[in-house]
């Protein structure tokens, strides 16, 4: 089965600027969670969503936002792009049983000038 | 926040040799999972190894975990170059739903 789709793969933005980036889980999957990844805080937790609701937020500025729709699709959005946002976004995949692995997509590389 | 330290940040050797890696963590976990991460790309799973297990085979990769220690090491034997990657350790957070806390991770490099 298909995996799990992030787009875009990449992005360049100017600060002030929102973006919005978009993942696909994997079919059947109706958990997806989102991390930041950046070379001096590694891979941080943004916010996990299961069946439209967030059920978890990590230590994110409330610019940082995001949403399920009822296909399991996920969106996050970053308002007012500032530079320390570039990173690479990562979006997770998960079946109902937490001891089973977390599918992730090939991220999205947002680069903000 | 990061779960634990990974050890050591970074690793050379040569194609063919072993190579381990160490992961601490903090918390007490239901599984702990090791990711690969080929530059700057998605995670691929690699293996997961429960809390009331000890050792665990797939392939090439060796985990052990030491629940009383809160450490997991990750051996990966006869080593490639396609091997080259970084190496992360994961835990969901005992409380949280699908919240994985991650290692800083290990860059390891196979030299050919």
């Known amino acids: 089965k298909a995996g799990v789709t992030q787009t875009p793969r990449y992005l360049i933005k100017t600060r002030g600027q929102q973006v919005t980036l978009s993942c696909s889980p994997i079919?059947?999957?109706?958990?997806v969670s989102w991390y930041q990844q950046t070379p001096g805080q590694g891979l941080q937790f943004l916010f996990e969503y299961f069946s439209e609701t967030q059920r978890n937020k990590g230590n994110f500025p409330g610019r940082f936002s995001g949403r399920q729709f009822s296909n399991s699709r996920s969106e996050m959005n970053v308002s007012t792009l500032e530079l320390g946002d570039s990173a690479l976004y990562l979006c997770?995949?998960?079946?109902?049983?937490?001891?089973?692995?977390?599918?992730f997509g090939q991220g999205t590389r947002l680069t903000v000038v | 926040s990061q779960q634990g330290e990974e050890d050591p940040q970074a690793l050379s050797i040569q194609e063919g040799e072993n190579a381990t890696m160490n992961c601490s963590y903090k918390?007490?976990?239901?599984?702990l999972q090791w990711y690969r991460q080929n530059s700057g790309r998605g995670l691929v799973h690699l293996i997961l190894i429960r809390s009331n297990e000890r050792e665990k085979h797939s392939g090439r990769l060796r985990v052990t975990l030491d629940t009383s220690k809160k450490s997991s090491s990750l051996l990966i034997t006869a080593s490639r170059a396609a091997d080259t990657a970084s190496y992360f350790c994961a835990t969901y957070e005992m409380d949280s739903s699908y919240k994985l806390i991650f290692g800083s991770g290990t860059r390891l490099l196979v030299r050919p």
């Open positions: 079919s059947g999957h109706r958990s």
């Open positions: 997770a995949s998960t079946p109902l049983d937490l001891n089973t692995e977390a599918f």
């Open positions: 918390t007490s976990i239901n599984n």
